[in-house]
């Protein structure tokens, strides 16, 4: 009977304890599980934040954009207009002297082809023409030579990618990288040399980048926060690429990124 | 009938040996984690048990059965030993707080216990049994969860603490009814606890390794 009181004891305290265990493993899994959803929770949080950061600067970034174009408009075609206006007005009046009327018409004639100059040039830094002809290489060497052409920079540019002729959305974003890479590079580093390297590596293409402008410190973070660098890293994302920057104050600035072009 | 003995006693004493490895190679590694309070403890924790089990290995060649005594000794030590050990490895006050409390009513009311009965000494404790282990099954939940989607910090160490808390605490409690499983050949309940602490052994022998790799890390 003792044996049987003893053996029932133990029996009870087994199920018992394993019961106690049991329920705190239970109470432990659900616990987990709600940590762990929390924090996924505040991941989601933070991956949306920053998706509307992006979308805040890319609204700044057009918004930017349509700013330069009128002033553009404002600054370059408005006031020659008026010129020509001006011009043909006094062409027009009765007091303006036969022999000075030589002279105004050839004014409006430079103003004009200067006018037509500009709309082309402001045409071109919208949509390049030669790109949607002939593809990125032409395009792109164009925008070097007209560069090339001011004396105020010189681009070097080398490539050994064979790249199909016709123009795809792809292509118009490398030639977007480098257009806004070339305007930090002469706005902000004051860089009198540019280096443009494309190289096929396979399974990617590869773009080095390098001026020898005023550079910056690449590891402060606020210095990759402007818009240009937004605008760059969303059009390299948008090309499945990566890329790794680095600058030094006065040592220039180098960028390297991979693409995949279609 | 002699030889199944001394299968189960040479089983335990492999063991004894594995404990005793993991206390030597957790010594080697002890200068590169002084900084660690819970690496100490571990490694005092580790000792202490080695010389428990050792002291236990002996009465039993000696007397058979007549080493249950011990098992107090390795409940009540193990039981502060490992309270340290969670205790500095827990982050928040509140469970540091906690860990003591605990510790001083399980205490008291296990003195009570021995108390009443004093023959209590010679049998199995079922309360200082039940209590203790599953205080530190708790304790190891509770650091699992503290670290979950963190840095894994002893999760090896934990995970064996708590399976073999489990499972030998469950045989410790059958302990008083000398149950057998089979008579011939004869193998009893602890045969299953002595391949237990090999597990529990090989994880603690795992913890050290990842302790060891992260070490060369930094």
Known sequence: MNNYDDFLLVITVIIVFLILVCVSIVIFIIKSR???????????????????????????????????????????????????SLNLFLLKSKETKEENKEGIINNIVEINKRTIEITRKIAHDLYPPVFEKFGLIPALEELFSDYNKTNAVKIKFNSNIKFKNKASNKQLQVFRIIQELINNSIKHGKASKIDINF??????????????????????LENLKGLGCINIENRIKSINGNYILHSRPNKGFKIEFTFKLI | MDNPFLVAFSISIFGLVFLFINVVIFFKTFKKNSNDKSYKNLVVYLSVYFIIELACNIIGYIEPNSNIFVSHFAFNIQFILLSLFFYSLFKKQFLKKLVIIVYIVFLITNALFYYNDSNLF??????EIVFSSFLIIIYTLIHIYNSLEEVKSYFYFTIGVST????????????????????????????????FFIVYQSLIYKEWKYIKSSNLNE
Not at chain 1, 36 to 63: M, S, W
Not at chain 1, 199 to 220: H, K, L, V, W
């Open chain 2, 122 to 127: 010679w049998e199995f404790n079922l309360f």
């Open chain 2, 164 to 195: 073999y808390m489990l499972t030998s605490s469950v045989i410790f409690l059958s302990g008083n009814l000398e149950l057998v499983f089979i008579e011939e050949p004869y193998i009893d309940i602890w045969v299953f606890n002595s391949l």
């Open chain 1, 199 to 220: 190289n096929a590596q396979e399974p990617f293409n590869i773009c080095e980048y390098r001026d020898n402008g005023t550079g910056f410190n690449s590891e402060e």
């Open chain 1, 34 to 84: 709600n940590k762990i959803f929390k924090k996924e929770l505040e991941k989601k949080n933070l991956e949306i934040e920053f998706q509307n950061q992006v979308l805040q600067k890319t609204i700044l970034a057009r918004e930017e954009e349509q700013k330069r174009i009128a002033e553009d408009l404002h600054d370059d075609i408005s006031s020659k207009l008026i010129a020509t």
